[in-house]
Protein backbone atom coordinates (compact mmCIF):
# COMPACT_ATOMS: atom_id res chain seq x y z
CA UNK A 1 0.00 0.00 0.00
CA UNK A 2 1.88 3.17 -1.22
CA UNK A 3 1.72 5.82 1.63
CA UNK A 4 1.59 9.15 2.07
CA UNK A 5 2.66 11.24 -0.89
CA UNK A 6 3.30 15.27 -1.08
CA UNK A 7 4.66 17.34 -3.49
CA UNK A 8 6.47 19.28 -3.93
CA UNK A 9 8.86 18.27 -1.95
CA UNK A 10 11.33 21.26 -1.82
CA UNK A 11 10.31 24.48 -2.79
CA UNK A 12 11.80 28.38 -2.87
CA UNK A 13 9.94 31.68 -3.17
CA UNK A 14 9.79 34.72 -2.38
CA UNK A 15 7.85 37.43 0.33
CA UNK A 16 4.77 37.99 -0.90
CA UNK A 17 4.40 35.02 -3.47
CA UNK A 18 1.82 31.74 -2.36
CA UNK A 19 2.35 28.67 -2.67
CA UNK A 20 0.16 25.41 -3.07
CA UNK A 21 1.40 22.26 -1.59
CA UNK A 22 -0.32 18.79 -2.42
CA UNK A 23 -1.18 15.70 -0.20
CA UNK A 24 -2.24 12.18 -1.34
CA UNK A 25 -3.69 10.49 1.65
CA UNK A 26 -2.88 6.52 1.95
CA UNK A 27 -5.62 4.71 -0.23
CA UNK A 28 -9.01 4.68 1.59
CA UNK A 29 -7.96 7.09 4.56
CA UNK A 30 -10.27 10.08 4.60
CA UNK A 31 -9.28 12.30 7.16
CA UNK A 32 -5.77 14.51 5.92
CA UNK A 33 -4.91 17.04 8.34
CA UNK A 34 -1.90 19.42 8.10
CA UNK A 35 1.29 20.34 10.15
CA UNK A 36 3.81 22.76 10.31
CA UNK A 37 7.27 21.76 11.60
CA UNK A 38 10.01 24.37 12.55
CA UNK A 39 12.96 24.21 14.84
CA UNK A 40 12.27 26.31 17.22
CA UNK A 41 7.70 25.52 17.46
CA UNK A 42 7.86 22.19 17.13
CA UNK A 43 5.02 20.37 15.20
CA UNK A 44 1.69 22.70 14.96
CA UNK A 45 -1.28 21.73 13.70
CA UNK A 46 -2.53 23.89 10.93
CA UNK A 47 -6.03 22.39 10.46
CA UNK A 48 -7.66 19.38 9.13
CA UNK A 49 -10.54 17.79 6.88
CA UNK A 50 -12.42 15.14 6.32
CA UNK A 51 -14.58 14.05 3.72
CA UNK A 52 -13.92 17.81 1.94
CA UNK A 53 -15.24 19.47 4.94
CA UNK A 54 -12.99 21.31 7.12
CA UNK A 55 -13.04 19.74 10.41
CA UNK A 56 -11.09 21.65 12.69
CA UNK A 57 -8.18 24.44 12.15
CA UNK A 58 -5.28 25.75 14.61
CA UNK A 59 -4.19 29.13 15.26
CA UNK A 60 -2.69 30.38 12.20
CA UNK A 61 -3.53 33.09 10.29
CA UNK A 62 -5.93 33.20 7.25
CA UNK A 63 -3.52 33.46 5.02
CA UNK A 64 -2.78 29.60 5.54
CA UNK A 65 -6.32 27.46 3.63
CA UNK A 66 -6.90 24.36 2.25
CA UNK A 67 -8.91 22.22 0.79
CA UNK A 68 -9.66 18.56 0.43
CA UNK A 69 -11.08 16.87 -2.68
CA UNK A 70 -13.79 14.12 -3.17
CA UNK A 71 -11.14 11.43 -3.88
CA UNK A 72 -9.32 12.76 -0.23
CA UNK A 73 -6.40 14.33 -1.56
CA UNK A 74 -6.05 17.71 -0.47
CA UNK A 75 -4.00 20.83 -0.85
CA UNK A 76 -2.57 23.96 1.34
CA UNK A 77 -2.19 27.01 0.20
CA UNK A 78 -0.34 30.04 1.65
CA UNK A 79 -0.83 33.38 0.45
CA UNK A 80 1.44 36.54 0.92
CA UNK A 81 4.34 34.83 2.15
CA UNK A 82 6.80 35.53 4.80
CA UNK A 83 10.05 35.03 5.95
CA UNK A 84 8.61 33.22 9.02
CA UNK A 85 6.78 31.24 6.60
CA UNK A 86 9.74 28.90 5.76
CA UNK A 87 9.09 25.26 7.10
CA UNK A 88 8.54 21.45 6.78
CA UNK A 89 4.76 21.00 5.88
CA UNK A 90 3.71 17.66 7.11
CA UNK A 91 0.36 16.19 5.59
CA UNK A 92 -1.17 13.11 7.80
CA UNK A 93 -4.11 10.72 6.88
CA UNK A 94 -5.30 8.86 9.27
CA UNK A 95 -8.32 5.86 9.06
CA UNK A 96 -10.99 6.20 11.64
CA UNK A 97 -13.70 8.29 10.74
CA UNK A 98 -16.25 10.54 13.41
CA UNK A 99 -14.73 11.41 16.88
CA UNK A 100 -12.56 8.21 16.99
CA UNK A 101 -8.66 9.07 17.57
CA UNK A 102 -6.16 7.40 15.55
CA UNK A 103 -2.57 6.77 14.35
CA UNK A 104 -1.19 9.60 11.88
CA UNK A 105 0.46 8.43 9.02
CA UNK A 106 3.08 11.19 8.01
CA UNK A 107 3.83 12.17 4.60
CA UNK A 108 7.80 13.46 3.96
CA UNK A 109 6.67 17.00 3.85
CA UNK A 110 7.41 19.51 1.63
CA UNK A 111 9.85 21.60 2.96
CA UNK A 112 9.28 25.85 1.71
CA UNK A 113 12.16 28.26 1.78
CA UNK A 114 11.57 32.24 1.62
CA UNK A 115 13.67 33.97 0.67
CA UNK B 1 -6.51 25.53 24.62
CA UNK B 2 -4.48 22.43 25.11
CA UNK B 3 -1.10 22.71 25.78
CA UNK B 4 1.21 20.09 26.17
CA UNK B 5 5.30 20.27 27.80
CA UNK B 6 8.30 17.94 27.40
CA UNK B 7 11.18 17.60 29.21
CA UNK B 8 14.04 16.87 28.77
CA UNK B 9 14.51 18.59 25.65
CA UNK B 10 17.44 16.78 24.77
CA UNK B 11 18.84 13.10 26.24
CA UNK B 12 21.76 11.50 26.05
CA UNK B 13 22.27 7.63 27.68
CA UNK B 14 24.98 4.91 27.38
CA UNK B 15 23.58 2.27 25.09
CA UNK B 16 22.04 -0.66 26.93
CA UNK B 17 20.53 2.20 29.11
CA UNK B 18 17.48 3.25 30.20
CA UNK B 19 15.65 6.38 28.71
CA UNK B 20 12.60 8.47 29.99
CA UNK B 21 10.52 10.92 28.50
CA UNK B 22 8.16 12.81 30.59
CA UNK B 23 4.96 14.60 29.13
CA UNK B 24 1.84 17.28 30.47
CA UNK B 25 -0.66 18.58 29.01
CA UNK B 26 -3.35 21.08 30.38
CA UNK B 27 -6.84 19.82 29.19
CA UNK B 28 -8.40 17.15 31.27
CA UNK B 29 -10.35 16.25 28.11
CA UNK B 30 -7.97 15.09 26.45
CA UNK B 31 -7.88 11.12 26.05
CA UNK B 32 -5.40 9.89 23.39
CA UNK B 33 -1.39 10.07 23.82
CA UNK B 34 1.04 9.22 20.85
CA UNK B 35 4.26 9.13 21.19
CA UNK B 36 5.58 9.44 17.18
CA UNK B 37 9.64 8.76 16.98
CA UNK B 38 11.16 11.03 14.23
CA UNK B 39 14.77 10.15 12.85
CA UNK B 40 16.80 12.78 10.83
CA UNK B 41 15.61 13.82 7.75
CA UNK B 42 12.70 11.24 7.66
CA UNK B 43 8.70 11.54 8.62
CA UNK B 44 7.44 11.00 12.22
CA UNK B 45 6.12 7.50 12.77
CA UNK B 46 3.83 6.27 15.55
CA UNK B 47 5.83 4.25 17.88
CA UNK B 48 3.51 3.44 20.83
CA UNK B 49 -0.14 5.49 22.61
CA UNK B 50 -2.44 4.73 25.07
CA UNK B 51 -5.94 6.34 25.86
CA UNK B 52 -7.06 7.52 29.06
CA UNK B 53 -9.00 4.41 30.02
CA UNK B 54 -5.33 2.81 30.30
CA UNK B 55 -2.60 3.36 32.87
CA UNK B 56 0.33 1.59 30.93
CA UNK B 57 1.07 0.10 27.67
CA UNK B 58 4.21 -2.31 26.69
CA UNK B 59 5.47 -2.77 23.41
CA UNK B 60 8.85 -4.95 23.98
CA UNK B 61 11.43 -2.24 24.77
CA UNK B 62 9.13 0.94 25.02
CA UNK B 63 6.30 1.31 27.45
CA UNK B 64 3.96 4.58 28.42
CA UNK B 65 2.53 5.58 31.44
CA UNK B 66 -0.58 7.51 31.94
CA UNK B 67 -1.39 9.35 35.23
CA UNK B 68 -4.73 11.44 34.33
CA UNK B 69 -4.89 13.38 38.07
CA UNK B 70 -1.59 14.63 37.50
CA UNK B 71 -2.10 14.59 33.54
CA UNK B 72 1.04 13.84 32.74
CA UNK B 73 1.94 10.71 30.77
CA UNK B 74 5.92 9.08 30.33
CA UNK B 75 7.78 7.04 27.23
CA UNK B 76 9.95 4.59 28.72
CA UNK B 77 12.87 3.00 26.30
CA UNK B 78 15.06 -0.06 28.15
CA UNK B 79 17.80 -1.64 26.69
CA UNK B 80 18.48 1.36 24.39
CA UNK B 81 19.98 1.10 20.70
CA UNK B 82 22.01 3.51 18.62
CA UNK B 83 19.10 2.97 16.27
CA UNK B 84 16.95 4.89 19.18
CA UNK B 85 18.52 8.14 18.57
CA UNK B 86 15.84 9.96 17.52
CA UNK B 87 13.98 12.69 18.17
CA UNK B 88 10.47 12.15 20.47
CA UNK B 89 7.21 13.84 20.14
CA UNK B 90 4.75 13.11 22.46
CA UNK B 91 0.93 14.31 21.62
CA UNK B 92 -2.12 14.76 22.82
CA UNK B 93 -5.86 14.91 21.86
CA UNK B 94 -9.32 15.03 22.77
CA UNK B 95 -10.83 13.75 19.13
CA UNK B 96 -10.67 13.73 15.95
CA UNK B 97 -7.06 14.10 14.23
CA UNK B 98 -6.39 17.61 15.87
CA UNK B 99 -3.22 16.64 17.99
CA UNK B 100 -0.97 19.52 20.07
CA UNK B 101 2.70 17.93 20.07
CA UNK B 102 4.99 18.61 22.73
CA UNK B 103 8.39 20.44 21.45
CA UNK B 104 10.38 17.36 20.78
CA UNK B 105 13.16 15.39 22.79
CA UNK B 106 15.95 14.80 21.48
CA UNK B 107 17.60 11.32 22.23
CA UNK B 108 21.29 10.59 21.46
CA UNK B 109 22.56 6.72 22.33
CA UNK B 110 26.00 7.14 23.02
CA UNK B 111 27.97 3.48 22.14
Not at chain 1, 14 to 19: C, F
Not at chain 1, 69 to 80: K, Q, Y
Not at chain 2, 31 to 56: A, C, H, M, T
Request: charged fraction near 20%; charge should be positive; glycine fraction near 10%.
Amino acid sequence: KAGVTQTPRYLIKTRGQQVTLSCSPISGHRSVSWYQQTPGQGLQFLFEYFSETQRNKGNFPGRFSGRQFSNSRSEMNVSTLELGDSALYLCASSLPAGAITGELFFGEGSRLTVL
Amino acid sequence: GENVEQHPSTLSVQEGDSAVIKCTYSDSASNYFPWYKQELGKRPQLIIDIRSNVGEKKDQRIAVTLNKTAKHFSLHITETQPEDSAVYFCAASKGGQNFVFGPGTRLSVLP
